[in-house]
T-cell receptor, first 116, second 111 residues
């Protein structure tokens, strides 16, 4: 298993500003993922954070809006840039356990972002 | 692309059995997973079907039929604590192993 922590747990930000969310894992992992979950909705994958290379973004998400860093195998950051109220959501960091017969993904506790 | 559809809400009584369906349209995937998420909490892994058929884990079972593009999660002996949202998800066939989640089903267990 993997234990994931995220900082901050929640924040209220003004539109036009940026927020950087940190994700720390207690073990080295190859793949880290960033998801967004709006209240009452499903999880939408933003991007896959690759160590040593640029993140791979899903359709509808761009690097200028959601820059991601992955400096090592236990840490990643997601920045939400030039925020608007539509960015109000829960942002979740996740890691996978590739190579095992029962594939599991572990999730951090999430960062609840409110943009005013 | 991939899309996974689930009923938005299911209600059942304590002690009963409930089935949550997941129908999907995808070009290919490694397996179908199920996750549980309580309000305010993070999703947690429940079950994974790599192959067609039934997987049983305690009170929870999951089924996959690739020929029917269909799967389900079966919860037996329902308890109040089972009230949560349940998501099916497919594991992509590219090297990232990323999960793409279904629309989610909110389960309400009544006394």
């Amino acid at each position: 298993s993997a234990v994931i922590s995220q900082k901050p747990s929640r924040d209220i930000c003004q539109r036009g500003t940026s927020l950087t969310i940190q994700c720390q894992v207690d073990s080295q992992v190859t793949m880290m993922f960033w998801y967004r979950q709006q209240p009452g909705q499903s999880l939408t994958l933003i991007a896959t954070a690759n160590q040593g290379s640029e993140a791979t973004y899903e359709s509808g998400f761009v690097i200028d809006k959601f820059p991601i860093s992955r400096p090592n195998l236990t840490f990643s950051t997601l920045t939400v840039s030039n925020m608007s109220p539509e960015d109000s959501s829960i942002y979740l960091c996740s890691v996978g356990t590739s190579g095992r017969p029962t594939y599991e993904q572990y999730f951090g506790p999430g960062t609840r972002l409110t943009v005013t | 692309g991939q899309s996974l559809e689930q009923p938005s809400e299911v209600t059942a009584v304590e002690g009963a059995i409930v089935q949550i369906n997941c129908t999907y349209q995808t070009s290919g995937f490694y397996g179908l997973s199920w996750y549980q998420q309580h309000d305010g909490g993070a999703p947690t892994f429940l079950s994974y079907n790599a192959l067609d058929g039934l997987e049983e884990t305690g009170r929870f079972s999951s089924f996959l039929s690739r020929s029917d593009s269909y799967g389900y999660l079966l919860l037996q002996e329902l308890q109040m604590k089972d009230s949560a949202s349940y998501f099916c998800a497919v594991r992509s066939m590219d090297s990232s192993y990323k999960l793409i989640f279904g629309s989610g089903t909110r389960l309400l267990v009544r006394p």
